[in-house]
């Protein structure tokens, strides 16, 4: 079965850089969509930043991203469209929670549907 291993997070002072990883492990033929989504403590999950397949937009994949977000992360896919990185700039306390990559892709078997990682978290301080 197909799974999501995500990498980087951590701990960072307000105003820092972090980097999060995630690729897929086996199990998964195709992938239309990856993207991240984070809970926040008190909060529901909320999606962060998604990008389409690299085959849209010239290679590079159609991005969007939470108002809250936008203009301080960035999303980008390699690998053949199979790692999906977030790169967060300019942090705040307010993004600590724990963030989950996501991918809807389609499974050895032929069918589609959604995978999710184990989460990672991340701690902004002030």
């Known amino acids: 079965q197909g799974r999501l291993v995500e990498s980087g997070g951590g701990l960072v002072q307000a105003g820092g850089s972090l980097r999060l990883s995630c690729t897929t492990s086996g199990g998964i033929r195709g992938i239309e969509t990856m993207g991240w989504h984070r809970q926040i403590p008190g909060q529901q999950r909320e999606s962060v930043a998604l990008i389409t397949s690299i085959m849209r937009s010239g290679g590079r994949g159609i991005t969007t991203y939470a108002d809250s977000v936008k203009g301080r992360f960035t999303i980008s896919r390699e690998n053949a469209g199979n790692t999906v990185h977030l790169d967060m700039n300019s942090l705040k306390p307010e993004d600590t929670g724990v963030y989950y990559c996501?991918?809807?892709?389609?499974?050895?078997?032929?069918?589609?549907?959604?995978?999710w990682g184990q989460g990672t978290q991340v701690t902004v301080s002030s």
């Open positions: 996501f991918a809807y892709a389609m499974s050895s078997a032929g069918g589609w549907g959604d995978y």
